[in-house]
Every structure is written in C-alpha cells, then in structure tokens.
C-alpha cells in the first residue's frame, strides 16, 4: 500500500528555539523522498511528526488526504525503521517481524507466514527461530526493515537507518533498499545526512537547513542546478569566486554579482570559461581522480581545487591555464 | 602471611555461620534443651514441629503474605518505575525521592503508624494488613531495582513498539516486562525473601492468623526446646533455597 503525504506550513518550536520553521512540501504516494541535511537542521523533527511522535506547533501534515492531527503513532499509517534497530532482544526474529500483525489481532498462522515472507524478501531466509543478539549490525537492520514492512504501512519512514553500517554495507543496502521499495511501491521517506547516500536511493532529495526547506528536486537536479549556495557546497565540494559587478579576483569573468560557483571535476585544461593560469601547489590520489590544488597568478590566496584525470603528470610549481567546463552564478549568502 | 589471610577468612565465616550451625546442629537434640552436649541425634523435633497444626498454619499464611504481597509490590514498585523513567514530569526527582523514603524509616515506625491508621479507619487486623505492610517496605525496593534496570535499550524499543500498534498496556506486556524480567524476578524473590522473614510489622498488624515469625516468637515465650531450632531451621533452608535459585536462574543468566 502507498499514500500521499502533504506537510503544509508545518512549524515546531521547543521554548525559544525553531525546530521547523514552515515548512511545505508535497510528496506523491510511492516516491522515495530523501530528507538530507547537517545535524540540527530539522529532518528528524519533520520525520518524527510524520510519524506521530510528537505533534506540531503549527501546521497540518495529510497522509492520503488524511488529517494526522492528535493520531497516536500506532494508528498512523506509517512505520519506522530506526537507527538503533530498537529490535526486541527476547523475541526470534519471526516474532519481531509478526509483532505489528500480532497487536492487529492477526492469527498466528498468518503472522508467521507473512513474517517468514518479509523475511525472505530482506534476504534473511531459514532464519526466522534466531534471535537478534546472533545477528550482524546489517542483518538486524534488514530485520527492522522486514518488521516496519509487515504491517503494509502506506508511509515507510527511515531514520539514518544505515548509518551505523560500514562503508561497503551501506552502499549494498542502499542498492536493496532501493529495490525494495520499487517492489513494494510504498512511500519511503529517508532521513540521512549523507549526501552521497540521498543520491544514491533517492527519487527526490529534500535538503534541508536550520528548520526550512533549502533546495528540492531529483538528485541531479540538486547537485548541478542547486538554487543556493548552501545547496551547492552540502552536495559536494566547490570551488567559491566572488563576482562584484562583473569583477573577480581573478579578473572580469563574466557580468553579474553573486558568488561563482565551480565543483572541482569542472576545473580543467580546456573548456568555455577560462580562469587564467594557476600554478600547481599539490596533487594527492584519490583512486578515481587525482585532487589538484592551484594558486591563480592573479589571486595567489584563493586556493581552486580540481579533479584531474588518474594519468595526469604535473610536477608542483608547474603553470598552466585553467578552464571551467561549467560553472554557476548564485546568489551570496547574506 | 598466606596462612594468615586464611586463618582470617576462616575466622569471618564462622563469625556469620556459627549462630546458624547451632541453630542446625541442636535442632537434632535428643534431648529437651538445645544446649550443648550433643546428647545424640534425632528427628523427633522436626516430627513435632511438622505435626504442630498452629506452626504448619502460620507457615502456610508466612508464604501467602510473602507471595501476595511481594507481587502487589513488584506490579505498583514497576508501574511507578516506568512511569517516572518514560515520562518527564515536573517533580520527578521528589517523587522519586518519596517513593524510596520509606527504606530509610525503621520497620517498627511503619508499623506503629499503620497501626495507628488501621485503628483509626477501622479497618480489623489480618492477615492483609500485615500484607499492606509488607508492600509498603518492599515497594521502594521494586521500584529501585526495575527503576535501576531500566535503559535507552528498553526505551527505543517500547518506542518501536509503539510504532507497530501496541497500546501502553501491550507496550508493558510484550516488550517493558519481558525486557526486564531478570531484574523484576530479582526484586520479587527479595522482597519474597524479606517478607517471610519479618516480624515486628507482621507481629503488630496482625491478630488470629499470624505469620510464622509471630508464631515462632510466641512459643519461645515458653521457653527454649529443640523444636524452636527445628523450625527455624526449616525456614533457614527455605530461605536458602529462595537464594540458590536467584542465583542459578537470574543473576547467572545476567553476566
């Protein structure tokens, strides 16, 4: 099952202090949403009126044009997979799973089978009699996963929910969890503050920022067009050049004011907007890419960063002219 | 020095099992008095004490009470834990504070006043109000072991459990009170085991039926005899038994 959900001018203020600050948005039954954003920005408030933990100061959130005001967590259609797995130790791995079904009254018979079925579906076939202390921190994140799945909830809600995995198992759990949620086309609503990961999984990331939403869109969308600096930097690293009425340090560039805006992988020896020459101060490997840090001749302070090819040989104290193959002009920040 | 160290460990040991042995040993007197010399072994005593109707009743109404009340405390002692570790009220830390006050106060103080309560409400005395007794010394206990017991662990997954449908009464039955059944088992045979030993509250509260503490101090009223030893035995070995079980089946189970 699968529902919309409409967050509308949702604010939450503890005392003094803005949890969330209106915030709107409009999310299609079956999209995977990604809440990303640094901590205290306000993802986890927004996740946790979602589903009922707490309820807001202002504002309404609809869940298939539902009014969730004053609806306790265990009658909301939503379910959590948290990041501590809140598993319960004394229960086998089916009895966790069935433990939604059980409190709907569901027979035992049923519950089991379903609770064998999602199991399987979270790759953990034959191990319904374990118990969850024999489990790896992945296999008892699928276990959460497989118990918050159960009860057919029309919402899934995820907090950072693989952020206690190592890198290698994350990556593979992204890739499951993606395919888990094409299959089962429930809305998935993702809280991390990875911005890798939110690429990764998401449909649409929503980056958020001290309790408002900042930027939304596909991921793409957010990493090349970011409508604001803050988006710009969160997504990836960027190379900053400040553009007052067409000047820069580096000389008039192109007209306008804001802040130029250049990820390193744009920096090169060729491309449409050129950048004078720079001179190399290091280079380190990276695997995939080697990091260049360059000194403009005509601003030696203001450090670009590039992502150079593997193959590339430069020797440090080397000059050559650089190039951007794509660049944005955003407004600064205040 | 290494002789030494022994010698003293020794000398501890028979310092707090000494009085118990003697109780043990002349238990099984053949004789009227359970005062040394050993005049030969029997278990005459303990036929007697066992065929005593009014020493088998108040055995029988010891372990009532000691049950009845351990659980009216153990059920109040984990609600109130629950309530005070989940929920942010303003005076936690009083009534937290209020709840343990009545471990500080001596037995015979608790006592007098619900004594004093009972006569003044009319309420005649029983073996209930030697269990209200009871369940007001055991219940700061409850509440402190399950309230000690209790951690983020428990917390995040009533919170799931929540999530998933339950209501607050399932929340405590599938998932607060199994999480904490070693600590709930431990605060239930100790109070078990307080409760069958005490005997000032259970000695003022009560009248007809009286526990076996009671009883036991009436007939030493007539005098010393090896049946006082036998019986006191017994409930020594109860006692015992209580501790041996605790620490085979929880406190092992724990570490």
């Keep these: ?334 | 020095m290494r002789a030494l160290t022994w010698a003293y460990m020794a000398a501890l040991y028979a310092f707090i099992f000494l009085p118990v042995a003697v109780l043990v040993t002349f238990s099984f007197q053949d004789g009227r008095l359970p005062v040394p010399p050993l005049q030969g072994v029997s278990l005459r005593w303990y036929e007697t004490v066992l065929s005593d109707r009014n020493l088998m009743a108040a055995l029988g109404n010891s372990l009532l009470v000691a049950v009845v009340s351990s659980t009216a405390a153990l059920f109040l002692g984990f609600l109130a834990a629950h309530a005070l570790a989940r929920v942010r009220l303003p005076g936690s830390v009083l009534m937290r504070g209020l709840l343990i006050a009545p471990m500080t106060v001596s037995y015979l103080i608790i006592a007098l006043g619900l004594l004093t309560v009972f006569n003044q409400t009319g309420i005649r005395l029983s073996l209930w109000t030697a269990g209200i007794g009871h369940v007001v010394i055991n219940l700061p206990l409850c509440f402190a072991i399950t309230y000690a017991a209790m951690g983020d662990q428990q917390r995040s997954a009533e919170r799931a459990a929540r999530d998933l449908g339950a209501s607050d009464w399932q929340v405590l039955a599938h998932v607060s009170a199994p999480m904490l059944a070693p600590a709930l088992a431990a605060a239930f045979f100790l109070s078990v085991t307080f409760s069958w030993d005490e005997f000032i509250i259970a000695f003022l509260l009560t009248r007809f039926d009286v526990t076996l503490p009671v009883e036991i101090w009436s007939m030493l009223r007539s005098g010393l005899s090896p049946a006082t030893n036998a019986i006191g035995s017994l409930v020594f070995l109860v006692s015992v038994s209580l501790v041996i079980a605790l620490e085979l089946t929880i406190f092992r189970r724990a570490r």
Aim: hydrophobic share 45%.
């Design chain 1, 1 to 334: 099952m699968t529902a919309a959900v409409s967050i509308q001018s949702l604010s939450q203020r503890y005392g003094t202090a803005t949890a969330l600050d209106t915030v709107s948005l409009e999310i299609e039954a079956g999209e995977f949403i990604v809440l990303l954003g640094p901590s205290g920005c306000g993802k986890t408030t927004l996740l946790n009126l979602i589903g009922g933990f707490a309820e807001p100061t202002e504002g309404r959130i609809l869940i298939g044009g539902r009014d969730m005001a004053g609806v306790p967590p265990k009658n909301r259609p939503t379910t959590t997979v948290f990041q501590d797995y809140a598993l319960f130790p004394h229960m086998t791995l089916r009895d966790n799973v069935a433990f939604g079904l059980k409190m709907r009254g569901i027979a035992a018979p049923a519950r089991a089978a379903k609770a064998d079925a999602m199991l399987t579906l979270v790759g953990l076939q034959g191990r319904s009699e374990r118990r969850p202390h024999e489990l790896s921190g992945g296999q008892r994140q699928r276990v959460a996963l497989a118990r918050a799945l159960a009860v057919d909830p029309d919402v899934l809600l995820l907090d950072e929910p693989l952020g206690a995995l190592d890198m290698k198992l994350r990556r593979q759990m992204q890739d499951e969890l993606k395919a888990i949620q094409a299959k089962l086309g429930t809305t998935f609503i993702h809280v991390t503050h990875d911005q890798e990961e939110a690429m990764a999984i998401a449909d649409r990331i929503v980056l958020m920022n001290a309790g408002r939403i900042e930027d939304a869109g596909p991921p793409a969308e957010v990493y090349l067009r970011p409508k604001t600096l803050f988006t710009a930097s969160f997504m990836g690293e960027v190379n900053r050049i400040p553009l007052t009425a067409g000047q820069t340090p580096l000389g008039p560039l192109l007209s306008g004011t804001g802040t130029l805006v250049i990820r390193p992988e744009a920096i090169s020896t060729s491309g449409p907007l050129a950048l004078g020459p720079a001179r190399l101060i290091d280079l380190a490997f990276f695997g995939g890419y080697q990091r260049a840090r360059f000194a403009p001749r005509a601003a030696p302070d203001l450090v670009l960063t590039a992502h150079l090819p593997q193959a590339t040989h430069l020797d440090p104290g080397t000059e050559l002219p650089l190039f951007a193959t794509s660049h944005l002009l955003l407004e600064t920040d205040p």
